[in-house]
């Protein structure tokens, strides 16, 4: 049963509540939510729900209907998200894990790592114990395996994930593992899926040749109910009569998943398909249907791999898939995982065995690399708007969601925050892909040049009628919004004529504005998340006229907090003097050094009529030497130096 505790309970009265539920046979795991607490108390029912609900402290108790109760949405409403080692499975990213399907020497396990880590996978795969069908087919090379495995990891500064298939292995294996993975044919191992539950650490579960979804996340209960509260769940296909593929992916899982529990659940594209050009087709369509990562086999040579070669990915087809899924991730409102650079991941390990107690240089320099997951500090966020702009829910896709945000009244506001320390990081929107540039951000980067951009983020931008929670489509007559909203929304107002549209100074301060009004008759068009923080309700999501309505947004910090991620990516300002050619004269420095230039913007210089700067984004090669270069000589072609806005990570 679910007991939601009072939002008042003092420390004693939670105490004795959970003394008198152990008592009785429960047992207990406490629950912190965004809205409330709860105690969840699972065992054999002995007591009556009512007799709870009577304690001092208990606001009311919700029997779990479900026989799962740990892993089912009923107790948890949140997604549950799950740390392995420096990444975080589920919420607002996509993790891609992948490797082998078997580690079989060294070398192949650190090429492969190599390989992965290049293309952008979080966590590498690869099996020791081989659960194969055939006693005469390779089984893996178990401990040395694991050996190689983790020495692998290490280098590449990637945790490692690899298949449990024996109780006696447990221990062995828990040296050397960050994620334990239950494989397919074990799913119902009850007796391995108790042990390897008691380790406490986290486990991807893989669903059962033919079992059922029920059956899938009660097995998951065996696994959080003897200790461990990572659990990640994998669909790897089902056995149907088809034949065709090796099994038959159930997409449909994902979303019945998604309601029924708040596990996380990985898709794993190679066993379900069994062929390897299948693999990337299905691998989208599992992001696509909202899966919150991959678990993909991938071999330097597949047509040498020891078991699964055909369908095994090469690096090339990864690569590209990667790329594929950078696409994909902003139209479901997510965004791909990142590893830190090694140089950072290194540097934060030394820096971390040195002291615990970190000055706040270091603390802001290791939120910045692992932006998920700050060690000890949530990093501060400026963004331009009232609560629930969409500057704010591009932050809090960027960040993920340990941030605190701070609403500005305006860009120049978002810098000077930034400036004075009050915050660590900045958001600002760049462009659009329908209005294009916001200008008055690219002059502030110019008027601040102790700020530089730091990273880059992108969101699409669903547009939500939002209203008081009785009021209907139908019963609108005045829509508010800013004249953006009000503009890119402009089919569905078409077909509402009733709707009269007001222009507003901020999307998110619009759907406050109708809240404190209290007016049936009201609505205003923002981000589905501003409903939710002025408790308002979505009358009607994705009415923006055109889908393909993306935003991209800049983080800013102070310069001296440059974050150290090799960056790919780099904006520049410059000006040219008034003769002819002179523009392309600095275009031709970049194209001569092969740079790909992915913007050019110019704008009028304030205080010199006619005369302008031109912005450029570029993308940065491997050897940052010829950027430096590039921009050395563009300085001397141009009437100031060249200011370098940022180098950054960017998905480009
Ligand atoms: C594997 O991941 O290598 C594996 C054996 O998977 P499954 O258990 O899904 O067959
Ligand atoms: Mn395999």
């Known amino acids: 049963m679910v007991v939601v505790l009072e939002k008042h309970i003092t420390p004693e009265q939670k105490r004795d509540l959970r003394a008198y539920l152990e008592s009785k046979g429960y047992q207990v795991r406490e629950i912190v939510g965004q809205e409330e607490t709860i105690f969840g108390a699972v065992g054999i029912p002995r007591v009556d729900p009512r007799e709870v609900e009577l304690l001092p402290g208990v606001q009311r108790v919700i029997p779990i209907s479900k026989p799962y109760k740990l892993a089912s949405r009923e107790l948890k409403k949140e997604d549950t998200i799950v740390p392995v080692g420096p990444i975080k499975v589920g919420g607002k990213r996509i993790v891609v894990i992948a490797g082998p399907c078997a580690v079989e020497s060294r070398e192949q396990i650190l090429e492969t790592a190599r390989i992965v880590r290049a293309s952008g996978a979080v966590a590498l795969r690869g099996g020791a114990f081989k659960p194969r069908t055939s006693p005469y087919s390779f089984q893996g090379l178990g401990e040395e395996g694991l050996k190689y495995l983790k020495e692998a990891g290490e280098t590449f500064g ?116 069994g062929i390897r050009e299948k693999v990337p087709p299905v691998a989208l369509a599992a992001i696509a249907a909202g899966a919150d990562g991959l678990l993909i086999e991938v071999h330097p040579d597949p047509s040498k791999a020891l078991s699964d070669g055909a369908q095994t990915l090469y690096p090339e087809q990864f690569e590209k898939l990667m790329r594929d899924i950078e696409v994909l991730a902003p139209v479901v409102g997510k965004e791909v995982a990142k590893l830190p650079s090694l140089e950072q991941g290194r540097q934060r390990g030394r820096e971390a065995e040195k002291s615990s107690i970190l000055n706040s240089g270091f603390r802001l320099h290791s939120i910045a690399v692992d932006r998920p997951v700050p060690h000890g500090q949530v990093p501060r966020i400026a963004f331009q708007g009232e609560r629930g702009a969409y500057s704010e829910m591009a932050t809090l896709s960027y960040f993920h969601f340990e941030v605190e945000t701070y609403p500005q009244r305006s860009f120049q506001a978002v810098f000077d925050a930034v400036l004075e320390g009050k915050v660590e990081y900045g958001i600002v929107p760049l462009e659009n892909s329908l209005a294009g540039s916001i200008h008055e951000n690219y002059d502030l980067f110019l008027r601040y040049p102790d700020i530089k951009i730091v990273g880059e983020t992108q969101l699409r931008i669903i547009h939500s009628l939002i209203g008081l929670p009785d009021a209907t489509v139908e019963g609108i007559r005045k829509v508010f919004s800013h004249p953006q909203g009000l503009a890119q929304c402009a089919r569905f107002l078409d077909e509402h004529p009733y709707m009269e549209k007001v222009p507003f100074y901020d999307t998110a301060g619009s759907v406050a504005y109708v809240a404190k009004e209290g007016k049936k008759e009201y609505a205003a068009i923002a981000h589905e998340g501003a409903a939710r923080i002025y408790g308002m309700k979505v009358l009607k999501s994705g009415i923006e006229t055109n889908p393909l309505n993306y935003t991209r947004f800049a983080i800013l910090a102070r310069a001296e907090l440059e974050v150290g991620e090799h960056p790919n990516k780099a904006s520049i300002v410059f000006s040219t003097p008034d003769k002819p050619g002179s523009l392309f004269k600095c275009m031709k420095v970049l194209a001569d050094r092969n740079l790909n230039m992915k913007k050019l913007e110019s704008r009028p210089i304030a205080g010199k009529p006619w005369q302008y700067m031109f912005y450029v984004d570029l993308e940065l090669p491997e050897d940052l030497d010829i950027f430096k270069e590039a921009v050395a000589e563009i300085s001397t072609l141009s009437e100031e130096e060249v200011r370098i806005l940022g180098m950054y990570r960017a998905s480009i």
Not at 185 to 211: C, D, I, W, Y
Not at 215 to 240: F, K, P, Q, S
Not at 245 to 258: C, E, G
């Open 158 to 273: 990637m945790p490692i994930v690899t298949e449990v298939v024996a109780t006696e292995n447990v221990e062995l294996m828990q040296e050397y593992v960050d994620l334990f993975q239950i494989g397919a044919r074990n799913m119902q191992n009850f007796e391995l899926l108790k042990r390897v539950g008691r380790t406490g650490k986290p486990v991807v579960l893989k669903r059962g040749l033919s079992a059922t979804i029920e059956e899938w996340l009660m097995a998951a209960e065996y696994l959080l109910a003897h200790g461990t509260d990572n659990v990640i769940l994998c669909e790897r296909g089902i056995r149907t009569f088809e034949t065709y593929t090796r099994n038959t992916l159930d997409i449909s899982a994902i979303p019945v998943i998604k309601k029924l529990s708040h596990l996380p659940i990985l898709v794993d594209p190679s066993h379900a398909t």
